[in-house]
């Protein structure tokens, strides 16, 4: 299976290029700068140079599947918020759609079901992503969407909790959200699935399994 990854040089992406490597898959990290491919081809990843703000399609052609875990960042303004973490997911959505992608994996954020509720620094961050996740849900596209907690660089345990929700002020180290995604290509329990995650006591596919 070849699997692009979007946000591929993130933190949280690196994680997914090693994991998606180790499962037998083939990831294809897509770059906006030519500069990042040494390091990431040693993670074993391909790479594809791409801007979610420009022309997908050639990067996407040829992939199974897609994963989208990239992101404006917290320093960038509302623009580049919307411009990447909505107009960008969106525009990967319908690339995908466009050259049959079996699955897309789609890295969200709790509190994306009441952004109005959140800080008012998240707000614009969670509308985005409030509605890419809605626009892939209305895709027909086979898809799974994955709400962590709060991001830790911890070293990942391998447990988690999983569900439709979770304790909203739980966190989750960046390698377990990464083991996540990746299982979350072929386990045919979270198809069309939404679904929360933070540390826990369950192995991730068990945990993964059991929010049907």
């Known amino acids: 299976m070849k699997v692009l990854i979007a946000g591929a040089n993130g933190s949280t992406g690196r994680y997914v290029i090693e994991k998606t490597a180790q499962k037998g898959y083939h990831p294809i990290a897509m770059i906006r700068d030519e500069k990042q491919a040494e390091d990431l081809e ?8 791409a801007d979610l703000e420009g022309e997908l399609s050639e990067a ?20 580049k918020t919307i411009a990447v973490d909505q107009n960008g997911a969106q525009r990967l959505i319908d690339a995908a759609k466009k050259h049959n992608v079996k699955k897309f994996v789609m890295l969200s954020s709790i509190g994306t079901d009441s952004p109005e509720e959140g800080p008012e620094e998240m707000k614009t961050y969670l509308n985005a ?12 596209l086979n898809y799974t969407i994955v709400r962590p907690g709060a ?35 072929s386990e045919e329990s979270a198809r069309d699935q939404t679904f ?3 540390s826990g006591n369950s192995g991730v596919k068990e945990a993964v399994q059991s929010i049907m």
Not at 132 to 139: I, V
């Open 42 to 49: 040693k993670l074993g990843a391909s790479t594809i140079v």
């Open 60 to 79: 996407v052609q040829g992939a199974d599947a897609v994963i989208f875990a990239a992101g404006s960042g917290s320093g960038t303004g509302d623009d």
């Open 129 to 140: 992503k409030a509605a890419a996740d809605q626009y892939l849900r209305d895709s027909e």
């Open 151 to 185: 991001l830790t660089d911890d070293e990942g345990s391998g447990q988690i909790e999983a569900a439709k929700q979770v304790n909203h002020e739980g966190s989750i180290p960046r390698e377990d959200v990464a083991e996540v995604l990746v299982e979350c290509l």
């Open 196 to 198: 929360e995650i933070i």
